[in-house]
């Protein structure tokens, strides 16, 4: 018993002396560094929305509001393009917008075959009158802050 007794007080003197880590601080340069760690730089908590997703109160419905409204205006705007061409035109065309902290959408590039390469200014100015066109537009949201993100899209062409 009183060895027991011996060890029990022999531990809660020296316990305080052993740095378990309950407490210890770290600076903000480790703290950032590990948060930048876990942080998943291709994945944003909202995707942009537009002025007329906002009515949708699921992320996912939102979202999908938001492709289908740039491809519903995209789609639109070839079948009503009044552009002759004197030969028929089917490719697939990827198309990367930017959409930045202010909600504004931009061509960063477009990609088209060699074959086509003759109509991309055709192409792309319809593009940019299409973009121009879109309802309002708000930027995409990660960990609560604005953030400016890029889509890859592959639109396929024909004018058949």
């Known amino acids: 018993m009183r060895k027991s007794l011996f060890l029990i007080c022999f531990f809660f003197l020296f316990s305080c002396e052993f740095d378990f880590q309950l407490n210890k601080k770290i600076s903000v340069d480790e703290f950032v560094k590990d948060e930048l760690k876990s942080f998943n730089w291709n994945q944003v908590d909202q995707y942009p929305v537009f002025e007329n997703c906002l009515n949708f109160n699921d992320i996912n419905q939102k979202n999908n509001c938001f492709v289908e409204t740039i491809t519903d205006k995209l ?20 198309l990367v917008l930017k959409i930045d902290k202010k909600g504004i959408m931009e061509i960063q590039n477009m990609k088209i075959s060699d074959e086509n390469i003759n109509y991309k200014d055709i192409i792309s100015s319809s593009f940019e009158n299409t973009i121009k066109d879109l309802p309002k537009l708000y930027p995409a949201i990660k960990r609560g802050q604005e953030v400016d993100v890029i889509f890859n899209l592959p639109i396929l062409i024909s004018t058949e």
């Open 75 to 94: 789609r639109n705007n070839l079948s009503d393009n009044d552009l002759v061409l004197n030969r028929t035109l089917i490719d697939t065309i990827f």
